[in-house]
């Protein structure tokens, strides 16, 4: 089988903790390359990591959070201004469609009305059906986060490999599905051992850790309290700029 890769260009949590970029999830596939999550500063992530939005064709979002999907609108703005023409596909919860376009407007006023040259197509994933999208099939399960709106978990399938990411969440037994069998699950690790509410420490996800059949599994999403406690983590752990090969 031919490589898949999976570079953190953003490993951070919403307020740049230790200096890293907001959630942002390069996968490459032999046949497409897409984002998981794209957080407000994920476009400055991806020219500093020498990624070419251009190269992107399909973003997926788990929630509608800052920092997990607004880059969508810079990442719009800059592909109508670079004058790209392949489509767009970007995947999410209901109500991505809307929250985009209200974002894209709010920063930048009257920008929706100009032209665009390429389509952009909005999927609303449904929970626990799998979405077929180009050559990649995305599941998404609902977890426990609140965002006005719902909150996935995702399982994604490209090439032969499986890849699973919490986004955001407290511990739910949805964790255990998603990730099950999976080459790689990327998983939230905000606090060390803080309960915080819709969030998941390192502490509650050690103790679920058997229950969770994956092949390997990276922390991510790290505030400045887990960032602290890095040397009493038994897991691997994601930097800004690492690739992860499967
Ligand atoms: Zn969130
Ligand atoms: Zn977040």
Redesign the pocket.
Known sequence: MADVSVTFLGSG??FGSGGRF??CILVECPTTRFLMDC?ASSLVAMKKQGVSPATIGTILVT?I?G??FAGIPFFILDAQFSRREAPLIIAGPPGIEARVRDTLEVLFPKSSEIAQRFPITYVELVPSTPSQIGSVCVTAEPVVHFCGAPAYSLRVECAGRTIAYS??TEWTDALIKVAAGADLFIC?A?FFEKKIRF?LDYRSLVKKKASLNCKRMVLT?MSDDMLGRLPQIETEWAEDGETITL
């Open positions: 949590d919403a907001q959630t957080g929630h959070h920092d997990h986004g955001d939230e905000y969030h999403h």
